[in-house]
């Protein structure tokens, strides 16, 4: 029988998987986030799924993407780069050229009318005042200009179901035979990233030690003090690892202690947060801050 702690360990350790593998990154520093929603799969024999969806815009793409994240016990046809797995896929509900035909990066152009967003006329506006109604605070670093992912925050408030993910895309990586049993459009959220910088042995150090100063030199740093660097660096990047699997993991706190008991038991009434949501995009300024 399926229990509480074997969901809780399948998220905690979703960075385990590969190096493609994440946990939701709604703060993801490359991308603005713009929307999210969390999708609960449930099937027979202890099977479960869930599917993260993250709508964000990138600035070094130039596109809005629909990033699904999926986790569980039974995911299919997962993507592969590197030779490595990965548990996201990534989707573009805008037609192309509507949005490329509408934008000077990063920009939305003046006379931008619409995006054509899975065969249907998204309209966007270009009015300050209508962001401004909607409580969407323009940066403009230049004069009456429209960010593109300000547009596209202000266009989901009227098509917000044109950006979701379809059942066929959910169920690219989620066998159909499971049943979605709970969707949530907020939620309160932690993002956990365990980094990946596994000590060095000595013998490797004493490598790397001489291949750097053959390369640069290393300001005629001795071995010494190389290695008393790096075992200092490697025991930082432990404590905050430590600090970070204590605080951020799922497992750690109330919503996904709750989802765990929800894909248990099959009973939606276990999701009862005390938590406020923190998922809007306000709450993550730092998402697409490079």
Excluded at 121 to 148: H, R
Excluded at 163 to 172: C, I
Aim: proline letters at 4%; glycine letters at 6%; hydrophobic letters at 35%.
């Amino acid at each position: 029988m399926l229990s509480e702690d074997e969901v809780l360990s399948t998220l905690d350790n979703t960075y385990k998987s590969g190096a493609y593998c994440f946990f939701i990154p709604l703060g993801n520093p490359h991308s603005y986030l713009i929307d999210c929603r969390l999708n609960v799969f449930r099937g027979e024999n202890d099977k479960w799924a869930v599917a993260a969806e993250r709508l964000g815009y990138s600035p070094r793409e130039g596109i809005i993407d629909l990033e699904l994240f999926f986790y569980g016990n039974s995911l299919i046809n997962l993507e592969e780069y590197n030779g490595h797995i990965s548990n996201c896929f990534a989707v573009c509900p805008i037609e192309e050229n509507s949005i490329f035909e509408s934008i000077a990066e990063p920009y939305l152009k003046p006379d931008a009318q619409y995006w054509l967003v899975r065969d249907t006329k998204v309209i966007l506006s270009t009015k300050k005042q209508d962001y401004f109604d909607n409580g969407i605070e323009l940066k403009q670093y230049e004069p009456d200009q429209i960010g593109i992912e300000e547009a596209a925050r202000l266009a989901i408030l009227s098509y917000r179901n044109l950006f979701r993910a379809t059942d066929g895309e959910l169920h690219k990586s989620i066998p159909k035979n499971l049943k979605k049993i709970l969707v949530l459009d907020e939620w309160y959220h932690k993002d956990f990233t365990i980094s990946d910088s596994p000590s060095m042995s000595d013998e490797h150090l004493k490598y790397t030690y001489e291949f750097n100063k053959k390369l640069t030199g290393l300001g005629g740093m001795s071995f010494e003090t190389f290695a008393e660097m790096t075992r200092a660096q490697e025991l930082r990047n432990e404590e905050t690892n430590k600090k970070e699997w204590m605080d951020n993991r799922p497992g750690s706190y109330e919503t996904w202690q709750q989802l765990a008991k929800v894909i248990t038991s099959g009973d939606t009434s276990f999701y009862n947060p005390t938590l406020i949501p923190n998922t809007h995009w306000t709450n993550w300024p730092e998402s697409g801050s490079l």
